[in-house]
């Protein structure tokens, strides 16, 4: 599936280990354009949703591998 220009999109990542107050990392570890997406996580009991965005004037269609790395941690 083409992700368009300057474009978003989320799915959840499923880790019971994830707590609400845990940091997530994503960072894109290989295939596809290096640069050309910013991603982000946000954690939930159990997951979190990582989003995905396109940076470039163009469309991309690559299947890119997202390393995922837990900080357990407390909010204070």
Do not use: M, Q
């Amino acid at each position: 599936e083409a992700l368009n220009l300057l474009t978003t999109t989320a799915f959840t990542f499923t880790n019971s280990t994830i707590a609400a107050t845990d940091t997530v990392i994503c960072t894109h570890e290989s295939a596809g354009t290096s640069g050309a997406y910013t991603i982000n996580a946000f954690p939930a009991a159990g997951s979190a949703v990582i989003s995905v965005r396109n940076n470039t004037a163009g469309s991309l269609s690559e299947a890119i591998v997202i390393r995922v790395t837990v900080v357990k941690s407390v909010s204070a």
